[in-house]
């Protein structure tokens, strides 16, 4: 009697190899798709222009285009009164204010550069998802 097993044992047994063999069959074809490297070296596009907004620099600063003031100004709406500290002192000497550092030269913007270090560093904050404390 023992070479008889009944029919319920061997579907249960044949459903289990099944369902083994279709999660292997699944899994063995799946890669983990990677996105390719972005290049770095590559300058990002300010109206049709690739100059990131920064026209020109010169002995006092940085020529920027209206869309870089604007987004400058954008950056100080968030980061502008910041409280993070560095060494024990704070980020920046005071609250930043709209348009600090910035001045009009024709149709364009002049930035001097403490205010484009400025930009640069919450610029990096934004890009790295930092939320102002």
């Given at each position: 009697?023992?070479?008889f097993?009944?029919?319920?044992?061997r579907?249960?047994?044949?459903?289990?190899?099944m369902?083994?063999?279709l999660?292997?069959?699944?899994?063995?074809?799946?890669?983990?798709?990677?996105?390719p490297?972005?290049?770095?070296?590559?300058?990002?596009?300010?109206?049709?222009?690739?100059?990131?907004?920064?026209?020109?620099f010169?002995?006092?600063?940085a020529?920027?285009?209206?869309?870089?003031?604007?987004?400058?100004?954008?950056?100080?709406?968030?980061?502008?009164?910041?409280?993070?500290?560095?060494?024990?002192?704070?980020?920046?000497?005071?609250?930043?204010?709209?348009?600090?550092?910035?001045?009009?030269?024709?149709?364009?913007?002049?930035?001097?550069?403490?205010?484009?270090?400025?930009?640069?560093?919450?610029h990096?904050?934004?890009?790295?998802?930092?939320?102002?404390q």
């Open positions: 009697m023992t070479a097993t009944p029919p319920r044992i579907w249960s047994a044949v459903a289990l190899t369902a083994l063999l999660t292997i069959a699944c899994f063995a074809g799946c890669q983990t798709q990677v996105p490297p972005v290049n770095a070296g590559e300058v990002a596009f300010d109206g049709g222009v690739q100059n990131a907004g920064i026209v020109a010169n002995d006092t600063g020529i920027i285009t209206p869309a870089k003031r604007n987004y400058y100004n954008s950056l100080i709406a968030i980061y502008g009164d910041a409280k993070w500290t560095k060494g024990g002192l704070p980020i920046f000497a005071e609250p930043l204010k709209r348009d600090t550092g910035i001045s009009p030269s024709g149709e364009n913007y002049h930035i001097d550069f403490a205010s484009l270090s400025k930009l640069t560093l919450m990096q904050w934004f890009k790295a998802g930092r939320t102002p």
